[in-house]
């Protein structure tokens, strides 16, 4: 039973026996005689492509008790989505026809106890229930799904049942023999005697009992391998069932994906699933076992993003929420914790404590700059007490300082190529695609390489989301190179290089931005600790009207510069980090629960105990909508870059052809989020894509795709190193 993972095999039980009781009726049954070739017996009932075979269930849920509403909402939402409760009463007062179910399933009654303990935050209540709810949801359709398919697709389902996935309990000897190896060929440094460190607590808190962790750990102190040691370590010890490790960047998923597999190799090549919406359905790396997997997370590690994860928990369509029943009894790691929108904090925390409290789950901030986001009284959303991994912090961040953070200082706009061309390898990186894009093309202008190197190879470089995936995977590489070959290499990028990116320049220079930004910035430079003198970490104020960057930059902006007055010495010690995060979030009450279009999340879930009639008012698909982690109109625009993409726009603006699941999957590592996209449809500059792929938009005038810059037509705050 899919189900028993959560303790709740009663209830996801009874809906299974209740979803499809509308089928007893005469019009369904009529239906399926004609589809089967059979004479009508009952020509008066007419006949429709679809006929209504939820209602019923929820209908009989709800006449056994208040209870039955949570099952109603499951029921009659396992097609179309759980609905809204003015949507579900409606559908209640539907006259039913006549049906004629056997005896023994509608002599079966409610469960006596919802098996959940309640929030000791009375406010969190509501989504106690809406949450568990959705977890029966989840295990009602992905049972379904799995059901239909292999009755009416015998040969997909065995595929998904043969490919059999290593056991997560194997998974740990293979990673011990990987981390074993990379030990012997460390030196001797102090960077690696470090991570040495972080890897050994990893294993010792493994013991600790299910729960909320913490795992504060600098950049570059191997937290990525540490943290899968503590997982892995820590299923095995309490018989969890996956690890999740979740990511909200673009650039480091893949590259985490590709060292997990690394570290497992001799586990097979179904260990680790990545599921996001850039994976490639070329790469050699994904196979038709983990394209099936992804439907339903049956993976030991999945490798996926904060969207995929944290929007499941608050979604109400059956595709969506198939997963969310494997979440439980999982550990999850939520890597670069923070950032957690603060316009949706409420909805994340409660969400967080209830995996942890009713579902088994241990939950592990993994971050290095902790949010401060410990229950406190002037902080009532807070989770509590999370147990630390680390055993000495402020050791562990002073061992890995390699970094200088200088004070902040104003360039004025003129000014900033100039002296950014004075150094052979650096990195900028401002907050807005316009700003990057104009610093790019002044210190490209000044003819900086020519100052430092015969060669004809430009020296500057440009990296922004106005270019495709694909753009920015090859700009990185190349970057590398040159870094590695001590090429010249200036790089001007926007804040998608700062989480996870596996580069160091001796010297970076950081617009002034939130504090958790400018700490990510310092961990682009002298990364490995190749110079034994500390690099350089300028940060600096442009005072620039030209680019007015999103509220959210700004306010922290002004959270990092109330901050950096008191610890001028050491902006990026812990105590700093906590203070910049209690400006942040503590002061912004009114943000809390503040999403989509400004629609609370949390008050969609309200308990009526006075009405028993109605006693559970939940909106599950206003929750859907409220909850967006992206919250960003922008339309993806499928680009002409290089052959692969110049091709993929013509197949799928050709009339002739049908556009398959590979070809969509594939168009996502080749395109650019627009604003505006009905102005730049009249201007032919974009148009939608062919009859056959519905929605989908691409690129037809090519002298608007830069090989340097990318999209020419965007030049904004760069928010996108967000993935679905």
Not at 178 to 192: E, I, P, Q
Not at 340 to 351: C, F, I, Q, W, Y
Not at 399 to 426: D, G, W, Y
Not at 456 to 484: F, G, Q, W, Y
């Amino acid at each position: 039973m899919l189900a028993r993972s959560f303790a709740s095999c009663d209830w996801a039980e009874l809906a299974g026996w209740w979803h499809d009781l509308g089928k007893y009726t005469d019009e369904f049954q009529e239906r399926l005689r004609l589809a089967n070739g059979l004479p009508a017996e009952d020509p008066s009932i007419e006949q429709s492509s679809k006929v209504d075979h939820s209602t019923f269930g929820a209908k009989l849920a709800v006449e056994h008790g208040s209870l039955g509403w949570l099952l109603a909402y499951a029921i009659a939402g396992h097609h179309g989505g759980m609905p809204d409760s003015e949507c579900l009463r409606h559908r209640l007062l539907k006259p039913i026809p006549r049906a004629h179910p056997p005896d023994e399933l509608t002599a079966r009654t409610l469960p006596h106890h919802l098996p959940i303990r309640t929030s000791s935050n009375r406010a969190w209540n509501g989504l106690s229930f809406g949450m568990f709810t959705r977890f029966v949801f989840s295990a009602l359709v992905d049972a379904d799904f799995l059901a239909t398919e292999a009755f009416m697709n015998a040969s997909r389902h065995a595929e998904r049942i043969s490919a059999s996935p290593p056991a997560l309990s194997e998974l740990g000897p293979h990673l011990d023999r990987h981390l074993d190896g990379v030990t012997k060929n460390a030196t001797g440094n102090s960077v690696n005697a470090a991570r040495a460190a972080v890897l050994a607590d990893c294993r010792a808190a493994a013991g600790h009992p299910p729960g909320l962790f913490t795992l504060t750990v600098p950049t570059g102190g191997g937290k990525t391998l540490s943290s899968l040691a503590f997982a892995l370590d820590h299923a095995r010890r309490h018989g969890l069932r996956r690890v999740i490790y979740a990511i909200p960047y673009t650039s480091i998923i893949e590259q985490n994906a590709e060292v997990f597999r690394n570290a497992l190799a001799g586990a097979g090549p179904n260990a680790v699933l990545e599921h996001h919406t850039n994976f490639d359905p070329t790469d050699e790396r994904e196979n038709r076992w983990s394209r099936l997997a992804s439907e339903n997370w049956d993976a030991p590690l999945v490798v996926t993003t904060n969207v995929q994860l944290l929007e499941s928990l608050h979604h109400n369509k059956p595709s969506r929420c198939r997963k969310v029943h494997n979440i439980a009894k999982s550990v999850i790691i939520l890597d670069e914790a923070q950032q957690l929108r603060v316009e949706l904090l409420e909805p994340t925390l409660a969400a967080l404590d209830e995996l942890v409290r009713n579902y088994g789950c241990t939950v592990v901030l993994c971050t290095a700059t902790q949010p401060a986001i410990v229950h406190r009284n002037d902080f009532p959303i807070g989770l509590a007490d999370p147990t630390e991994i680390v055993s000495n912090v402020p050791r562990l961040f002073a061992s890995l300082r390699r970094t200088r953070v200088e004070p902040v200082r104003t360039i004025e706009p003129e000014h900033l190529a100039s002296e950014l061309s004075a150094h052979e390898r650096m990195l900028c990186i401002v907050n807005t695609k316009a700003r990057a894009r104009r610093v790019y093309e002044e210190l490209d202008a000044l003819g900086a390489e020519s100052q430092h190197t015969p060669s004809a190879e430009p020296s500057c470089v440009h990296l922004s989301t106005n270019m495709c995936a694909a753009h920015r995977t090859e700009v990185l590489d190349d970057v590398r190179t040159r870094i590695k070959e001590k090429r010249p290499c200036r790089l001007i990028s926007t804040s998608l290089i700062e989480a996870g990116v596996d580069i160091s320049f001796p010297i970076v220079f950081r617009e002034l931005a939130g504090l958790d930004s400018i700490a990510q910035a310092a961990g682009r430079c002298n990364r490995e600790g190749e110079s034994r003198e500390p690099g350089r970490v300028v940060v600096f104020d442009t005072l620039d009207t030209l680019d007015k960057p999103y509220p959210q930059i700004h306010a922290q902006v002004q959270a990092t510069r109330t901050v950096v007055r008191a610890h001028q010495d050491d902006p990026l010690a812990p105590e700093a980090i906590e203070a910049y995060f209690r400006e942040l979030y503590w002061k912004h009450t009114g943000r809390w629960d503040r999403g989509h279009r400004e629609q609370s999340v949390m008050k969609c879930y309200k308990v009526n105990r006075a009405d028993a009639s109605h006693p559970f008012v939940f909106k599950f698909e206003s929750a859907a909508r409220a909850y967006r982690l992206i919250d960003d109109d922008q339309t993806p625009v499928v680009v002409p870059w290089k052959e692969e993409g110049r091709a993929l726009v013509d197949r799928l603006r050709d009339p002739s052809r049908p556009v398959d699941r590979d070809t969509r999957r594939r168009a996502h590592r080749f395109t650019v989020g627009v604003r505006e996209i009905d102005d730049l449809i009249t201007r032919l500059i974009v148009a939608p894509a062919g009859e056959h792929a519905p929605g989908m938009f691409v690129l037809i005038e090519p002298q608007a795709y830069d090989d340097r810059l990318g999209l020419m037509i965007e030049a904004e705050y760069d928010p996108g190193h967000y993935i679905a």
